[in-house]
């Protein structure tokens, strides 16, 4: 069972566009939330992250918001750069029990010149 | 920031051969490590959780004979694939709980 979806697979925006990516998830004792970009043969690498206690999170371009009664959250990316192509991954955590991560299938970002 | 050391970053071996991929929390102890496999364009496939001074715990589906994972150390994972195939061949990556997880780059390994 998918622990947590992930849409769309793929975006393609203009440069300057506001890409927004979509994370639902299913356990309701998931107590945090990253975002993972990950540049082609690399691994990883955190970009923000939320606890469900608030309901956005800002830092610099990116944005997360979070919907905790629809048990969803967003990846908002602003002004976005030809730079910030690459594949995007949530994940959802319930923290202090193991640490397991559970990851969406990701979302492939292209940003057009 | 914390950083996960992942070596080497890509591999080619024969077939039958063993592969042994280093995982190495640099600035910081991990007491938890975690193995992944990620297929091209495909999310990362958790194959086992690595804790210091215990067994891994394996994910169904993976072979713990095949993908033998040691952590002897606050600050070092291993992974070693034994007797490598062509179906073996992907992007394994580590990662390492420190305040929140953090990966290594990975290592693509190609078994011809």
């Known amino acids: 069972q998918q622990q947590v979806k992930q849409s769309p697979q793929s975006l393609i925006v203009q440069k300057g566009g506001i890409p927004i990516i979509n994370c639902a998830y299913e356990?309701?004792?998931?107590?945090?939330f990253p975002w993972y970009q990950q540049f082609p043969g690399k691994g990883p690498a955190l970009l923000i992250a939320i606890r469900p206690d608030v309901s956005e999170k800002k830092e610099g371009r990116f944005t997360i918001s979070f919907n905790k009664s629809a048990k969803q959250f967003s990846l908002h990316i602003m002004d976005s750069q030809p730079g910030d192509s690459a594949t995007y991954f949530c994940a959802a955590s319930k923290l202090n029990t193991g640490n397991q991560f559970y990851f969406g299938t990701g979302t492939s970002l292209t940003v057009i010149p | 920031g914390a950083v996960v050391s992942q070596h080497p970053s890509w591999v080619i071996c024969k077939s039958g051969t063993s592969v042994k991929i280093e995982c190495r929390s640099l600035?910081?102890?991990?007491?938890?490590m975690f193995w992944y496999r990620q297929f091209p364009k495909q999310s990362l496939m958790l194959m086992a959780t690595?804790?210091?001074?215990?067994?891994?715990?394996?994910e169904q589906g993976v072979e713990k004979d095949k993908f033998l994972i040691n952590h002897a150390s606050l600050t070092l994972s291993t992974l070693t694939v034994t007797s490598a195939h062509p179906e073996d061949s992907s992007f394994y990556i580590c990662?390492?709980?420190?305040?929140?997880?953090?990966f290594g780059n990975g290592t693509r390994l190609t078994v011809t």
């Open positions: 600035d910081f102890q991990a007491t938890t």
């Open positions: 990662s390492a709980w420190g305040v929140t997880l953090h």
């Open positions: 356990n309701t004792a998931f107590d945090y």
């Open positions: 690595s804790n210091e001074g215990s067994k891994a715990t394996y």
